[in-house]
């Protein structure tokens, strides 16, 4: 009897669930985490700060089983910080929290056959809460110089969409 590949791979890198996630933004990451929808989403809120330098930053991370995580800066206001220049590597934020919905990662892009670079083997506290903060710290960069020096693929704001 043959074994399937797709098996195998799931067996060698497991799925972290809702309630393994919850554990490790609660051990590793200060803020408040809850857990929603009928055990099928996990949410953190709390405050980063890039540098001991930075300003302080409201962010909401949410993830729901087979979605990719979304974050999310509720304060300070982004946009006002950038003074009407167009903010680099962001989404139309249709998440359903206020704020500005930021790209922290590539995700499935079906008709150019990309792969996500977050996936649901992933934790959370191991890579949203530091891709976030690092956003945050290209993001101060880019309000001093005008530049983003934060890499990624150029992308439309609509693009994020389907989060």
Known sequence: MATDRAFLKRLE???VGIRDQYLALKKYCPGKVEILDNDKT???EGTLQPTPVSREYQVVIRYTL???PVCVVK???LTALAEGEK???IYQNQTGIRGTHLC???PVIKQKNKVSEWQPTMFLADTILPWASMWLLYFEFW???GKWDGGGVEHDENDGSER
């Open 104 to 106: 922290l990662f590539l």
């Open 13 to 15: 890198n497991p799925v």
């Open 66 to 68: 087979s979605h990719p």
């Open 42 to 44: 996990v949410q953190w």
């Open 75 to 77: 304060s300070p206001d």
């Open 87 to 89: 903010i680099p590597h």
């Open 143 to 145: 309000l001093a110089s």
